[in-house]
């Protein structure tokens, strides 16, 4: 990857402009300064030095990046840039006027100190007027083309730190067909404030006040936009909403820069953005630290989870990632959305099954990543009841493959995706993701026993629960049992789950996994991300039918189907014999190791090989209740499968 600075015409064009505006403070501070006698005298001497100190100039002007930084968005770092470059010409030419030309004029300085502080302002008015103008009629030209277009009207609610991102986004372009026209915050100290031309009208609790008296003004609110902060308890959330569907206005929320990373892009507002408490503070640097220029293999890169693996990694530089995943139609959904943003990273995509060993191995050994996500798996808790062998099969026979081809390609790390089920499990969903997690801290554990005097590839498993709108999710389904006019159905009223976004639960994910990497290795091989309060599944349906603006047990009915095999009422995040950890990250605890040794495990494995290849569930069951003594489970033998619920 070229890291260089391109020079192109315009950059000429603007290194050009930036030397004449040189010569003109330099001849300009000496006319003023000087008789004409005195100015006349000077003036060869000073026409014989001005070709070096040009180029001086123009050297200085690059390294502080005047001469690539776009005029459109001139900002406050490129007038302080200004700044310094002005200030250390003005220190050359005292250098030159103190050190080396004054002894040539017996004593007497060539131009002097006020001459000096003279060009050293003008420098900088020159430099940065012709900039704050192109940019002023650059701006006045974007709200002329706004009302030419009939750009939609739309108020803003938030604090000003995320409005004024988005005010500078429609000032650039950015973001077309949208003009705001006022902002609503729910913090009092912006009430009454002006942020780049928008006033701050009032409170979030004004909302529809505002929208009936700027209608009676300037015409009808088309649109309400939601920032970050605008979805914060104190802001009233479900309020902006339900106020928003009440008077038939399109609601759209505006990113958080994390979430992106580049231009802010308005979207719909989701009920899942209204559903959870606010997402942790992400410490992107720490990701991007851990990703940057490497090579990352995902599996299951086609899945919910693995698809957003696959975004955020080359969204903190990965320079390579491999997509490795089983079903054509999601590998070639994902490939193209990737291939769509234009990054840096090269991406590949490849078609295996994670149950074929060989050419997993083949596979990572040609491409020789440094770090390995494994989110592939089979998760559907009642079909994995049925179907044990299969889960036997993906689940733990599949993770051991990835694990070795890891090994065998000399990953620096692998991650597996686990789940909260794998505590204790009681179902073989858990059970198997519970074996899983065992063979690669025995992995981890005997790596660091063996490689004494290099360091050893780390193997790390990340637990979390319910993600929203997630493939099989519970919010995706009651969202379309409430579009098609109820029921909503709910397994049991007692129970509860625990709920995060995608987003969050991959990023704390690589946090993990930048955590496993630290130079100093930690006693730990399960981590397990914090997911906050557990959550009703009948609140959450409740919920979910007054924010679609519909009465609960009234318009929507709730029907309780029962609990199906392999469920539990409540999840837990840690097993009552593993000891847990505080490593200083928001959101992450972290257990140790406890397992088997590595040898016991692989017994267990070619024993289970056997069973599963002749379909004898008895034997299988004794195996895995052998390998996790705290296994619970009465799994189905021939339960129908109920309809599709929390997982």
Known sequence: MNLRRKFTLRNALIALHDLLAVVGALFVSCYFRFEYSAFTARLPLLIDLLPY??????????????????????????????????????????????????????????????????????????LAATRSAYRYFR??????????????PAIVVGRAADAEILFRSVESGAVKQLRPVGLLSPSPADIGQTIRGVSVLGGVDELEEVIADIAERQGPIKRIIMTPSAFEPDAQPEAVLAHGRRLGIKVSRLPSLGEGGEIPRLTPVAVEDLLLRPSRTIDYERLEGLI???????????????????????????????????????????????????????VEGRIADIRDRERLIRLMNEFKPDIVFHAAALKHVPILERDWGEGVKTNIFGSVNVADAALASGAESMVMISTDKAIEPVSMLGLTKRFAEMYCQALDRDLAVYTAGKVPMRLISVRFGNVLASNGSVVPKFKAQIEAG??????????????????????LVITAASHAAMPERHDVSVYVLNMGQPVKIVDLAERMISLSGLQPHRDIEIVFTGVRPGERMNEILFASEEPTIEIG???????????????????????????????????IRSILKDAVPEFGGQPAQTSPLAPDMPR
């Not at 050359?92 to 050190?99: A, H, K, P, S």
């Not at 974007?142 to 030419?148: N, R, S």
């Not at 709910?490 to 995608?502: A, G, K, L, Q």
Request: net charge positive; aromatic share 12%; charged share 20%.
């Open 139 to 152: 701006y006045r030209r974007t709200l002329v083309h706004v009302k030419a277009d009939d750009a939609t």
């Open 585 to 619: 990250l928001p959101g992450i605890l972290a257990a140790k190791p406890n397992e088997p040794p590595i040898d016991t495990i692989r017994e267990w494995i070619a024993v289970l090989k056997q069973a599963v290849a002749s379909d004898n569930k008895l034997a």
């Open 292 to 346: 940057k220029n490497k090579s990352v293999v995902v599996t299951g890169g086609g899945g919910s989870i693995g698809s957003e693996i696959c975004r955020r990694v080359v969204t903190f530089g990965a320079s390579r990632l491999l997509i490795v995943e089983n079903s054509e139609p999601a590998l070639y959904a994902i490939m193209e959305e990737l291939a769509a943003t234009s990054r840096a990273a090269v």
């Open 486 to 507: 109820g029921p909503v159905t709910v397994t049991h009223p007692d129970m509860v789950r625990y709920f995060m976004t995608i987003r969050e639960a991959c990023d």
């Open 53 to 126: 100190f040009l180029a001086i100039a123009a050297a200085i002007f690059y390294v502080f990046h005047l001469t690539t930084a776009k005029w459109r968005f001139f900002s406050l770092l490129d007038a302080l840039n200004i700044v310094k470059a002005s200030t250390l010409l003005a220190l050359v030419i005292l250098v030159f006027d103190y050190v080396v030309i004054a002894p040539e004029f017996y004593g007497a300085f060539f131009l002097g100190k006020k001459t000096i502080i003279l060009y050293w302002l003008l420098q900088i008015f020159l």
